[in-house]
């Protein structure tokens, strides 16, 4: 017979770690939460602007279905970070309405359509998603990969887990001492 787990330790019960689910908690998530109308009119409002360059935001079903479960929920980290600090996150993606040059090009750099999601830390990162679902982080220190999708992402975040930082090939080569 397996005796009971201590008093203190419990397993998630939903699709996240442990630390995940206890910040969404935290905030107010639970499974299920689906707000469409925000989503909506954030997809509205993003498809409406248009930058003074005339650059537009693409706006994706990967990030529609981001924004409904999580939207305007302030997730904050319960814990510190395995290898960098844990960052909080706000998934509002009117942070980035005045960004559209700048996610269109990240976008091109990796053939793909870039969309805004919120953001991340207390810089205010944004966080962005392709059309694959991949998520990204922008700063002034550079562009980072978070993950293969949103979970990955927040799980990363949450948790202080070292994000890839992306490169150009050259870059690449010239951190390796070829030029």
Do not use: K
């Amino acid at each position: 017979m397996t005796p009971p787990p201590p008093p203190n330790h419990r397993t998630s019960t939903t699709r996240f770690p442990v630390a995940v689910d206890d910040a969404l908690r935290n905030a107010g998530w639970q499974p299920g939460r689906w707000d469409m109308r925000q989503a909506e009119e954030w997809a509205d409002t993003l498809r409406g602007h248009v930058s003074p360059g005339g650059h537009r935001h693409a706006v994706l079903p990967a990030a529609v279905e981001v924004w409904a479960e999580f939207g305007n929920l302030p997730i904050v980290p319960t814990g510190p970070g395995r290898n960098i600090a844990a960052a909080a996150v706000r998934i509002d993606p009117l942070h980035a309405l005045h960004a559209p040059r700048t996610l269109a090009e990240l976008g091109r750099a990796l053939r793909t359509e870039i969309c805004p999601l919120g953001t991340d830390g207390t810089d205010a990162a944004l966080l962005a998603i392709d059309t694959e679902a991949r998520v990204y982080s922008l700063d002034h220190t550079g562009d980072w990969y978070l993950g293969r999708d949103f979970d990955a992402a927040l799980a990363a975040l949450l948790t202080g887990n070292r994000p890839e930082r992306l490169t150009r090939p050259q870059d690449a080569a010239a951190a390796h001492g070829a030029f």
